[in-house]
């Protein structure tokens, strides 16, 4: 489809390249070499970026400035050629750079997004070949007449991040030129890449190193592999397969971890890498952890406005006890960064060979990678328009696991990029979101010890001759589970209803009647859970004490699981822990329940007519029952809002027993509520039945799902059900309604 929406440039013979000369390729260039080598043109080396333009851009000056960056920095006129068996930079005299450009605009807005990213992602992944320059690309998506994109991609072997960002002040610059009339002169550079990779060899051949030699074999001595537990076996050869997803920490978070750096005399970069080393620790039960990160590597003054991989990897190697507090972590964190940086200038491909594992073709060198950095790119504005960076696609995969923390203008953005052969992204969804509430945890207390490594974990961490045992599962409270059969009998697997919030069980009753006394059907509902003595912190963990409930209800499997509201999103945890488990999950039906977070993410107008025209139909509903029944549902309702139970609590007496009773109710409730809008959804490609109340109006919201739609199966049902109110799906119509679609669901099960 985006072929006819796309003008190509003009084909042109390509010239003979002219080369002005060669020079030796860094140690970097040479690592990036090998690993080409190994998978010719592999895009995990390719960095994509891309870029909004808001305002007229026209393609031919563009593609003029993109000329003009290309004759500044004779990285982007570097190909990578064989003399002698050795790879060396062949940089030429001129480079013609052309841009093509994509028309989207005839598409409506939904596709034009839509198509713009799987361009994208298609452009990011498209190999480069080593021998022909330039190693870099671009693309120019046009959305409308004042807006478009523009992807860059650019091989790893002549840039890096911070070159990216230079590649776009220089763009920016030469447009403004061009826009002007005007030839887009950019500053000659007082050294060019070639300089510093000769240079940097000169210096690796001297004595000078050897104080950073002597202290990385003493520092990786019997280092031990760390991994988190994967979700498959680990493949004999890696391939580059890697998503990602991304989740905007709250502000508060982010803030309390700068202030703690700043009162300790720490770095945010300190902060946050002690909140991961906790979160690895509790998933692998290692107390001595290695992972890399990347140093800028650019020393000197005059390397800053240079193109060119100067980056290089450092590895990290800290030791955690059961003693340290957090503040104690952040302090060994920052020691174990700053002795690496005190080190940096040994460059990465000498330490590999030092790495348990290095020969394993199915590894990377280090499993884990963190990144902390501020956007390369912030906003940036000429005549005709303004440029800002937006979230890119992903290449491939380097690491099995790279943690990504980048500050944009709405706060700071953990990214979690994972290698797809290993995790799914139900795993990477449940790091990022712990990943939020250890550091909110942490934080808040900072002098407590730190928390024990979760016992439901693999400690895997360990030397290669010694095998990974599992331990234990989440030990929750028996007293503390109540469980209720509403139907005990029957030849159907069981249904388990989730009742997280509620102290009764009217509301199953008449769908447990519907479905009739063949269908086994138990409500749970924990009562002040408490999972391995201590409260849950995130629906992954609520979820697994509700797992564990389920099969010692029920060992053979074949479950089926429902859940109302709020306790829908447990019960879709619960299917994805049980189908990771290697059990058998029939069915999950999720009643009148939202996608945590997707009514938010709603324009305010829209959001505030539904609430409108969701309190006039409540409202005539309930008159017409009676002024009595419309007070004491209006009462209800309005105590969602917790300012309004406190001033009930100042304002009305009430028994003791039935005080207590209620606020009970409305504490879990809340609990809930946050625990739900900090669970990062994973996909599930199970079967789902999504029933919605008669109380959400037709029409609204645009995801007739509540939101589950892109995290659920393409054909998965949603129907609309009889009945006034939230609770109205379990009238007798809607309880009908829903009997109706299980069976009918479950009957293919049942031959």
Known sequence: MANQFTREPEPHPREPDRIATTARCSSAQERYWEIDSRDPGTPALNIAVKWRIRGHLDAALAQEA??????????????????????????????????????????????????????????????????????????????????????????????????????????????????????????????????????????????????????????????????????????????????????????PVTAGLADLARREGTTFFSAAYAVLLTLLRQRTGASDIVLSTQFANRDDVELEGIVGPFVNTLVLRTRLSDEQSFLDLCQAARDTF??????????????????????????????????????????????????????????????????????????????????RDLYDEGTASELAAQFESLAERLVADPTARLPRPAPASLPIASPLWLPATPAPPPVIDATALRRTWLQQAGSQPTLFALNHTAHNLRLYRPLSHELGPDQPFAALQLLDPLVNGAAPTSIEQLAAAYCEAIVATRPEGGYRLAGFCRSGVIALEVARQLAASGRQVDLVVLIDCWAPGYFLRQPYLARLRFRLKRAARFARRF?????????????????????????????????????????????????????????????????????????????????????????????????????????????????????????????????
Not at 70 to 86: K, M, Q
Not at 223 to 248: F, K, N, Q, Y
Not at 374 to 379: K, Q, S, V
Not at 702 to 707: F, M, N, Q, S, V
């Open 66 to 251: 993109f000329q003009a960056i290309l004759d500044r920095h004779e990285s982007l006129r570097t190909a990578i050629r064989l003399e002698d068996g050795r790879p060396v930079q062949a940089i030429s005299e001129h480079v013609p750079f052309k841009l093509p450009e994509i028309d989207l605009s005839g598409l409506p807005e939904a596709d034009r997004t839509r198509e713009a990213d799987r361009i994208a992602q298609s452009e990011a992944c498209t190999r480069f070949d080593l021998d022909e320059a330039p190693l870099l690309r671009a693309t120019l998506l046009r959305k409308s007449r004042a807006e478009a994109v523009i992807l860059v991609v650019a091989h790893h072997i002549v840039s890096d991040g911070w070159s990216m960002g230079l590649v776009a002040k220089d763009f920016v610059a030469a447009y403004q030129a061009l826009g002007r009339g005007r030839e887009p002169v950019l500053p000659e550079l007082p050294l060019q890449y070639s300089d510093f990779a000769e240079g940097s060899r000169d210096g690796m051949a001297s004595e000078a190193l050897a104080r950073e030699e002597a202290y990385w074999l003493g520092k990786l001595a019997g280092l031990p592999i760390v991994e988190v537990p994967p979700d498959r076996p680990r493949p004999a050869t890696r391939s580059t397969s890697g998503a990602s997803l991304s989740r905007l920490l709250p502000r």
């Open 338 to 419: 700053e002795d690496a940086v005190d080190h940096h200038q040994w460059p990465f491909d000498r330490l590999v060979p030092l790495l348990p594992g290095s020969d394993d073709a199915g590894r990377p060198p280090v499993s884990i990678n963190f990144i902390v950095q501020r956007a390369f790119i912030g906003e940036l504005a000429n005549d005709s328009f303004q440029l800002s960076g937006i979230p890119s696609p992903l290449p491939g995969a380097l690491y099995d696991l790279n943690f990504i923390l980048v500050e944009r203008e709405e706060g700071w953005r953990l990214t979690c990029e994972y290698h």
């Open 623 to 751: 008159w017409r029952a009676g002024p009595r029944s419309f007070v004491t549902r209006m009462s209800f309702w309005l105590q969602s809002t917790a300012a309004v139970r406190q001033a009930k609590r100042l304002l009305f007496w009430r028994p003791a027993e039935e005080a207590a009773d209620e606020a009970d109710f409305w504490r879990t409730t809340d609990e809930l509520e946050a625990l739900v809008q900090r669970y990062a959804l994973p996909r599930y490609e199970g079967r789902v039945l999504v029933f919605r109340s008669g109380a959400i109006p037709p029409g609204w919201p645009p995801d007739a799902t509540l939101g589950w739609a892109g995290h659920l199966a393409p054909d998965t049902p949603c129907f609309a059900v009889d009945g006034e109110g939230h609770e109205g799906a379990f009238s007798e119509a809607g309880s009908r309604t829903m009997a109706e679609r299980i069976i009918e669901a479950t009957r293919q099960d049942r031959h």
